[in-house]
């Protein structure tokens, strides 16, 4: 571990930073490391003299001649590069640098760039950040955890790398994501980087590319199943809630069979959460809510289709069936306004079905009046069809799904459709929204899943909104950890959508977008953490005291990227 102490003056400010490491030490390490805006005097107490160029610099100044190299790169694996070895180089000029473009970097550290920094994780191998916990090292989870680098751990991201984004199984070069999402963590929600610990759970994988490749870093071995994985997962879990009491801890990319059932074994026993069920839940209900209020069209009214039955597409139905009940709607009627589709076509009780699939099986009772191409696979266009869909939404990584066709024949149904194309990254998402908007003649209301151009359309421009489920995660996780919430709850992640729905564009222009744009995150992230405390406290889960002010709980858990002065202090 790292040698330091943060040392604060009587309103809590930090003053300065006390530190034993000196020379090379100290400059290879990133979270302490400010390069040249080392003070001449800091330079003279550190050993640093001759370390450095004689020049003393700003974090400003620094920010600038990092973007100017960032600019230089010309692709985007390049730039993704560069930033990480930015960070491995100098934390705090990593996140001043990405918190000053961030519109332009986040596609670049997080989605959708960092789907191919995973693909190439064992090729561009550098500095080790994080731990990689090995089920060959089950019984060593516990010393693991001790050779951690922050003494102190608010947050965890883990990922078995087994379902990572639309590229499915990438074995240990899950780390990235782990890494990405904590950055992300740092930038939208403010949570302070010194107290992340991102984890690889190498149980395996079953991409043979991977396991014949003689680069690749991780372990050997088909993926291990059944109660050998829940067993090592019970360890894990046991054993990091024993040692950080008040984690939250965050999965990420588990594979459909096993993100469900870890989340709702563990939810009761600790401060967790799903970021592909529950994070991108949040921010697509939200966007459906806002597309609602626009669309002109009564909620009852709305008939919802999704594409794409796995961990993320009933996620969301899951939010949106919790949202009608909250809105007043019984169970049956709720569950009648959604329809899902897998690879087998729409689900039915006669499908095979997941366990969790099958609260959105529909009976095949109601199908008997339906004009079928063919009964035995009910695919998309006879769904929206027949149900007079108003809403689709795409988790499937089938490109170029919602076709001209059947955005078209919506547009028999509401005078604007609400179109989501979800799936990551752009090269297979279900729709280009340059094409919903021609065959839309500009109505419909979209919201996808990676980043794309403003689309020009008769005079008009039309900014695209991501449901980039950084508006929802790094606020959810900041008010958490701002009132030590016991669990993450329904009724939260309810409250976290409403505060996110509420910053919607399109509240007070119906013809705007229903997200924000990205640069807005950390004000969004604020309002989410209030939202989401506020309902812990109401509930009786925050640890803190209900004297104290949530809004000023908030604000102190914040950290933004500064330069603090050193002073050297023996171990």
Known sequence: MFEFRIIRDSSGKISHIETSLTGNDLLNTSKLNKGCAFSLQEREDFNLIGLLPTGVETLQQQSNRMYMQFRSHLTNLGKNIYLNVLHDYNETLFYKLVSEHLEEMLPIIYTPTVGEAVQH?????????????SYNDRHRIAEILENRVPPKVDLTVVTDGEAVLGIGDQGIGGINISNAKLMVYALCGGINPWRFLPIQLDVG??????LNDPMYLGWRHERITGQEYDDFIDSFVSIITKKFPGIFLHWEDFGRDNARRILYHYRDRCCTFNGDMQGTGVVALACVLAGIQASGLPLHEHRIVIMGAGTAGVGIADQIYAAFKQQGMSHTQAKSKIWLLDKSGLLTKQSSLLPFQQPYARDPAELSTWQLKNPEYIDLHDVVKNVKATILIGCSTVTGAFNELIVRMMMEYTHRPIIMPLSNPNSLSEANPEDLIQWTQGKAIIATGSPFAAVKYEGSEFRIAQSNNAFAFPGIGLGAIAVKAKHVTDEMLYAATLALTSCSPAAQDKTAP??????????????????????????????????????????????????????????
């Open 205 to 210: 994988t079953n991409n043979l590319n991977l």
């Open 121 to 133: 994780f064992s090729l561009e191998h550098r500095k080790p950040r994080g731990l990689y916990i």
């Open 514 to 571: 229903i997200l924000p744009k990205l640069s807005d995150s950390r004000m969004i992230s604020m309002r989410v953490a209030i939202a989401v405390a506020e309902e812990a406290r109401k509930q009786g889960l925050a640890e803190v005291s209900d004297q104290e002010n949530i809004q000023e709980l908030i604000r102190k858990t914040i950290w933004e990227p500064a330069y603090f002065p050193y002073k050297y202090s023996a171990k």
